[in-house]
């Protein structure tokens, strides 16, 4: 019964895979090619057009949904319509088995980071690239744009509301990779219940217009039904029909002691420098000014000087602002040792498997990334007197390692990052990435 | 145990909702509103910038995720949190018992079309919001942009490719979307098994880096796997190294009877036309040729007069082409027979339940679009002499009506229909909607 109507819970996430990762899985079993220790990386090849950083997102998902990575009766059925009997069996007894390492969720990423590396056999590790993708690229997206929104707003609250503008299921993940970022609250009820993320929101529009009777529109009555069921310190929306006498509306019969308007439409810069003389004037110092309608990072950062105190963001934060997917590949770079890379025109990948660290200034500002091979003695020499390591073990074995952080771990993370950038590469303007990264070549 | 491992099947899909939802379901009840009888509306204020016109896609999907929108004790609990007992008993003996009706899955959309018309109490009208708004806006921004491409690839086989670069549920309903709108196949597997989709797809270069040996590269291994396993009628990717030298080993290794060969990169339009010579120049002149990376519908356009096979599409199907979120909103316009709208700055919307019809001459090609007060009695005179009525009953007292339309119908419902656009309709240059769209105001 509970399990009947309990959350989404995947059974097996095996099948969000492309099916040529089982059709090769079939022809390296067949050639015996499937048990060569291979590494596959994921790296983004660039930033989206402008950006100066990304952020790490998806890594705690990719955990969860590697213990689900196995192929049941279900799933066993649906694959044995192309593939053989062998494969299948194979399958049936599957589980990842390798090691993953990688940067810890909620770092920087740069064009070219070695963000994961999958070591295993062929076999093992070319079935995970299709969800390791899906999850990496999707969070990577929306946390890389949300955390601009942050760094923007500079302090003041910002509430994640884009779940009617996305997928179900990815607006659970994208208000995940949005806390991740440093939003405060979301309105979504799933992502509250399944991690935890603090859940926000009053009332639409609707709710003042479904107070309309035949004398016409009543918007104390509206008013007045929410603060009596919500409480005084809750947020009424004031822009359904006249923001002023909405305002006015709102502290006749919530008291001065209103918890908070929300402005959805209109000149928001204007409107809210007007209602905060007005609640002023009202008495009602400390009633608080909720901005949303549309909001992306340039329109929070336009609204800087105004008195808003908080934020709610929807499409731009769930679609990525203009980037809803952070572009990373999973490549093959090594096998049985030997390094491996793809030779055609635009899209060249580097062999070898690689590491990867960063050097900082002393005050700790960020400074270079610095890519070389796993197999370097050393740590390769860079501009900056603190060097840090930037790939951690993630999976060893086929088991997450213990102690890895938690959502608000690695939410907290991001936040110490945030100063560690180079004032450049915090601002909005398009440009070259925070930090340039150097790639050091095989001996 | 089969259930552990099956498909991700939606316990509930009550979650998938924003919590300002359930504060106003409170309120409402609270001060006897819940109970009005009321009808709210989907539609799209505009189409994505120069957009011609919009495809419905979600009906299907939201009247499965109808049926699963109710409260067990999981979904309850947490909604506990924050809601009185009163509302938490009215959860647990929810179920949605209204009326939808709206465009037929498959049907263009314009500017201000009634896409969806929700009637019942506030109640359990409001409580849908969050979870039709999600279906559609995805569903619709992918089968918007999926559509274009069909067209322009005017017949050749298009496979979708994108799972990777969405979130991993998405990609399922991407797919699905994808599908609705002409692709004639996808490379996820959970929507071959969950819709029934074919799925497609052979190999990546990681499984040519495979066959790497300490002796160097080779290709005529991974190609000889691969025809060995899946057959001399697979589809061979020759772009790892040099495409003159893969094309010739492709053919030495499986003969002129070689299925196709997939080229993912270069200048893709020079590539065909020297491919193409190169095949037939072997023999292999009934090899196809698949072409694949960053195509969107103007790399597709562009390849028109080269000799491809067949588009595999990613990024730019899954992400909707520039447009990841189709832009509708779920509005009440009416409450207890009283037309309601919102009358603040740029944000209006049009009060009173409307229906639409749409008219064509003759010939089929489609005219204009009327949409007018429910309560008219008479459907309004149009410029065409043929009328076609746009919307058709979907839902009653909360269950689907019989005969719905399968995926299957509701893609040839399309694919008639984007013979009866105007020409102007179907260009990929930017501009006005493919027809207007009249809008007869009430009485």
Redesign the interface.
Known sequence: ?????????????A??????????L???L??G?GD?P?V?EVFARRLPSGRRYGVVAGTGRLID?LATF??????LA??SR?L?PGTVEWLRNFRFSGDIDGYREGDFYFPGSPILSVSGT?AEC?LL???V???F???SAVASAAARMVSVADGRTLIE?G????????????TRAAYLAGFDST????A??RFGIP?????????T??????AG?DEA?AFR??V???GVDTTLLV?????TAGVNTAIEVAGPGLGAVRI????LGVLARQVRRQLDGLGANRTKIVMS?DLDEYGIAGLRAEPVDAYGVG?SV??GSGA??A?MV???VE?AG?P????????ESRGGAKKAVRYARRSGTLVEEVVYPADLDRVPDGDGSVVHDLMVPLVRDGDPVGGLPTLEESRRFLSRGMVSLPWEGMTLSAGDPAIPTRFVRAR
């Open positions: 019964m509970s399990e009947a109507t309990s959350a989404v819970i995947p059974g097996s996430t099948l969000f895979t492309d099916k040529y990762e089982l059709t090769m079939e022809a390296a067949a050639d090619s060569r291979c596959f949904a196995t192929f049941g009766e279900s799933e649906s694959v192309f053989a062929f070319v690239e299709t969800l993708l899906s999850i690229n999707h969070d509301m779940s009617r503008r996305t997928h179900e299921e990815a607006a659970v993940a994208a309105s979504n009820l799933e509250a219940r859940a926000a929101g009053t009332a639409a529009h609707a709710f217009l479904l107070h309309t009777t035949s529109r009555s039904s929410q009596e069921t919500l822009d359904t029909y006249d923001i959805d439409s209109g000149d309608g499409t769930v679609t809803p997917t572009g999973y490549k093959l096998v030997i491996v890379e793809k030779r055609s025109a635009a899209k």
